[in-house]
């Protein structure tokens, strides 16, 4: 069976980190219903492009205060990551709830994924948050998307019924 080891995430990591956000944010195929063939392919490029600026949020000048994550590997290889970050009511993405809740984000390598990777991780970046004196993380998931199955499996609960942002909040101290 593969050996999977988790370590503390460093700055080194932040070209991994932008790999797991592309299939964090791209986890469903975009349908090809919504556009016909040509453009969609035009288009493409151009989404991502506006997608991966947002997606600095959770990367950009990674190692501020109450920066923290951990990642997954196989052999030195890093194969998934779940990492927080604190925001401001001034600048903040989806799962934003207040400024002492960071905010996380994960993703698991596709070919690794179904095997209790994306599991440990939450668990140990969990263990992380406690040790850093944190109360509470915050995420932020679309509501077909199974992951908030596995969310909800290690004591996630929804913020609120039909958030529009569908967020979720782990308390730490329970
Ligand atoms: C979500 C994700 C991090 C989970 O990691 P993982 O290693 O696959 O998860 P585990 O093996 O520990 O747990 C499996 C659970 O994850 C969920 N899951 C989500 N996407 C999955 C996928 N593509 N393959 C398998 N399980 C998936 C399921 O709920 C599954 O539980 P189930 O057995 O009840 O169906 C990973 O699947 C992934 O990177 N998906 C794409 C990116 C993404 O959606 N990120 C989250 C954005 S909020």
Redesign the pocket.
Known sequence: MTQVSIRPLTRNDVPFLRR?LD??AF?RPMPSALLPRLRQRALRPVLRLLVRNYLGLYHREWGRPGDAGVVAEVDGTPI?AAWYRLFSEASHGDGYIDERTPEL??????G??????????LLAVADRARSDGLERLG????AD??????YA?VGYRELAPDDPEGRMVLDLRS
């Open positions: 797991m299939a964090a986890w998934g984000a994960i993703a698991v390598e596709d690794h994924r179904g095997h209790g990777v994306g599991r440990a991780l995420l932020s998931v679309d998307n199974p992951a908030k199955r596995l499996s």
